[in-house]
């Protein structure tokens, strides 16, 4: 069984049954004028995981194995938006509002879609959530099952908030998760920190971390030993 060099231990793991998952990597979370910046939040901190994120998807692509693309956003009725959510902390801009990238987290528009440089190839899958668990309110479990995929790779923004809830939720469901150390950032680096130690204390309670460069020499390697 291929094994990733990981924190707490090694990440067993099977080409067949693996998975990238890139949470979020949105303009509205990533760019100047989106919603992340409205409420204050330095976006700029989001910043290093980008390349990191193209990187492993490249990987992942050539090595034939499947990329999955989360987005946060409701619909354009705000429906699947609770009051609470909109409401919270009584922001200048709330979800739904109009800003410089369309309306704020709308599925559809500008500000919600996928940053260029992280952004889905046709045909892999795109799930819009409206929450922060990736599991909630879509198609990803069953996506999952049908594909027999078992471990995933995780990546996105932000690592706190729905990077940290989706693995959370995976754990609990049975999968696998190893959450890339440099394919993920927070607005807040202390959160960042402590989170990847909390995910992965008491023997891997939720689950591992490793860098990007231990994931992208694993796929290479077998890529090698493929074309020999
Ligand atoms: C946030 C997310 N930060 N994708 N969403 O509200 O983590």
Redesign the pocket.
């Known amino acids: 069984m291929p094994m990733i060099d990981a924190k707490p231990f090694e990440f067993d793991f099977d080409f067949d049954h693996i998975a990238l998952l890139c949470?979020?990597m949105q303009r509205d979370?990533i760019l100047p004028g989106g919603f992340a910046e409205s409420l204050g939040n330095d976006i700029s901190q989001l910043q290093p995981c980008v390349p990191v994120i193209a990187k492993l998807q490249e990987a992942f692509r050539t090595a034939g194995l499947p990329v999955i693309h989360t987005k946060?956003c409701h619909k354009p009725d705000l429906s699947d938006l609770p009051t609470s959510k909109r409401v919270r902390g009584n922001p200048k801009v709330k979800i739904g509002d109009h800003g410089p990238m369309g309306r704020i987290l709308i599925d559809g528009e500008e500000g919600s879609d996928f940053i260029d440089e992280n952004k889905p190839l046709e045909g892999e899958l795109v799930i819009p959530k409206p929450g922060?668990d990736s599991f909630y309110a879509t198609n990803l479990r069953e996506y999952l099952i049908k594909r027999n995929i078992s471990s995933l790779v995780i990546t996105g923004?932000?690592t706190d908030?729905?990077?940290q809830t989706t693995m959370r939720c995976a754990n609990d469901r049975g999968y696998d998760c190893l959450l890339v150390e440099d394919g993920t950032d927070s607005y807040f680096p202390e959160f960042k920190a402590m989170t990847l130690k909390a995910l992965t204390a008491q023997g891997g309670i939720v689950g591992w971390t490793t860098p990007s460069s231990v994931v992208l020499d694993v796929l290479a390697t077998t890529q090698m030993k493929k074309a020999v």
């Open positions: 949470i979020d979370f946060e922060k923004v932000t908030v729905c990077v």
